[in-house]
């Protein structure tokens, strides 16, 4: 950052999920992006200037929930301060709330629940009834809504033009950017259309293979392994 070098923090996670990192990468100070729900909501931390925001669909907010435990999964949404389901039991959930740092509100109907705007639904669960629901799920309301996997037992359910590709053109226009210009580190399904848009797509070791297969790069180590900062040092200090 002290080369001039813009850092976004894009993620399927909420803001509350990624503010702690923000913080002691100093954005405050220092700037930079975060993208929170894969882009649905994206701003200038420094600033606070807005640069996307999506809402889901609320007329098919209980359809959507009823589509997830149709196949016996866990619909989940988001507070500004905690993710919230109609359990907080389910080890799904919990895993969930372990990635955003937040504890689960659970309620006894969660599409009730849900009259203010929310950035998407979360389906938890199997990855093979994830893959059944969401089949439903998009033979309904594909056009309204995107839907694809942050991990195999986590299924996106986004408002239409959510996707990473599509927050990183939206925040090249804000930063006057070309792609090329570029680098993206991923190891996820939501990945994917990041790494291929970005200039160099780099992908962690312990990438899912369709990630792997689509990168520009795969990085020696994991995520876990310091992976990101290797890309750093190699395609930037290095340069």
């Known amino acids: 950052m002290d080369l001039g070098v ?15 990192l923000a ?19 994206t ?11 999506l809402f889901f669909p609320k007329e098919v907010i209980a359809e959507t929930c009823a589509i997830v435990r149709k196949y016996g999964a866990q619909p989940l949404s988001y507070t500004d301060t905690e993710i919230v389901a109609e359990t907080d039991t389910d080890p799904y959930v919990l895993a969930e709330c372990k990635c955003n740092s937040a504890s689960v509100k659970k309620v006894s ?5 849900l009259d203010y705007p929310i950035p998407k639904i979360l389906g938890a669960g199997e990855h093979e009834r994830l893959v059944k629901a969401r089949e439903e799920f998009l033979s ?5 809504c995107d839907s694809f996997f942050a991990e195999s037992y986590f299924l996106e359910l986004a408002p239409k033009g959510v996707a990473k590709d599509k927050a ?33 797509g780099i992908a962690m070791k312990n990438a899912y ?23 750093v040092e190699e ?4 340069m």
């Open 6 to 20: 813009k850092v976004i923090l894009i993620s399927g996670r909420s803001v509350m999920g990624i503010t702690g």
């Open 23 to 41: 913080k002691e990468l100093e954005f405050e100070k220092r700037g930079g992006i975060i993208a929170a729900f894969n882009g649905g909501k």
């Open 43 to 53: 701003f200038d931390y420094q600033t606070g200037a807005l640069i996307q925001q």
């Open 109 to 113: 109907n969660l599409p009730e629940f």
């Open 140 to 144: 309904l309301y594909s056009h309204i």
């Open 168 to 200: 990183l053109a939206r925040i090249c226009e804000y930063l006057n950017i070309t792609r090329e210009e570029i680098m993206a580190c991923g190891d996820g399904f939501n990945d994917i259309p990041m790494l291929e848009y970005a200039g160099l």
């Open 209 to 231: 293979p369709e990630t792997l297969e689509k990168a520009d790069c795969i990085a020696p180590f994991t995520n876990n392994e310091c992976g990101v900062a290797w890309a």
């Open 235 to 238: 395609y930037i200090l290095n």
